[in-house]
């Protein structure tokens, strides 16, 4: 009988992306930010993708040192050829740029139910059609797409996050189908509440709506359904990013890695 030894995680290669390119939308702040910096860090030269210019400013200055160069490519994702032309020549690719808008259906304003399709969905689906050829070329290539705990769960006035959320996890996994043969794997990322400005200004507007605590606010309304009490931070998204485009995920696609603190465990 032929016995396998697991790997010695002391054996356990590092993470070496030198070489490598790669694009990270949203990347400006938070979760994208954080992605930027971990995948600089472990050599790869990073395309710094956002609309917001001052930002990436504030960005390459935290990347300086770094092992990879991060560049700032100011664009706006609604410009859906532009992003398809960004893609190009990609080995990595990170979809995280997102909006969001909390209204009942029947008060959510059309433009912006598209406009959120257009930057989560259908720009995502440019930026990998643009990717895709160089991919394929070199038989090698990692998609990583920043989804949601609200990917696989709905929440009530959220109806164009959600819709987007769901439609990027079946797209992921269409790709990851159709990419296999080709070396280039496609998986979700599925964050709960992650500690960024835009979750911290939720919560200290909720907590003035209705006169608790923020504490209150992230134990019995963000984090209700979260057996952990806490949000997720940014290097901690980064993280599975980073293994995701390394040398012992070679066997995982077309998955969504949940990171939701127990959300989804009901």
Known sequence: ????????????????????????????????AACALRLAAAGAAV??????????????????????????????????????RAGAGTDILVNNAGIQLVRPIEEFPPDVFSTVLTVMLEAPFRLVRGALPHMYGQGWGRIVNISSVHGLRASAYKCAYVA?????????KVTALEG??????????????????????????????????????????????????????????????????????????GASLTMDGGWTAH
């Open 180 to 253: 296999a043969e080709h070396g280039v794997t496609s998986n979700c990322v599925n964050p709960g509440y992650v500690r960024t400005p835009l979750v911290e200004k939720q919560i200290a507007d909720q907590a003035a709506a209705h006169g608790i605590s923020a504490e209150r606010v992230l134990s019995e309304v963000l984090l209700a359904d979260s057996a952990l009490k806490r949000l997720v931070e940014p290097a901690e998204v980064a993280e599975a990013v980073a293994y995701l485009c390394g040398p012992r995920s070679s066997f995982v696609t």
């Open 1 to 32: 009988m032929t016995v396998t030894t697991a790997p010695d995680p002391a054996q356990a290669p590092l993470l070496d992306l030198g070489g490598r390119t790669a694009l990270v939308t949203g990347a400006a702040g938070g979760i994208g």
């Open 47 to 84: 395309r710094a993708v956002d609309r917001d210019g001052a930002g990436l400013a504030e960005l390459v200055e935290r990347a300086a040192g770094l092992a990879g160069p991060v560049e700032p490519v100011t664009l706006d994702l609604t410009d859906l050829d532009a992003a398809e």
């Open 164 to 172: 987007a959320k769901h439609g990027l996890e079946g797209f992921s």
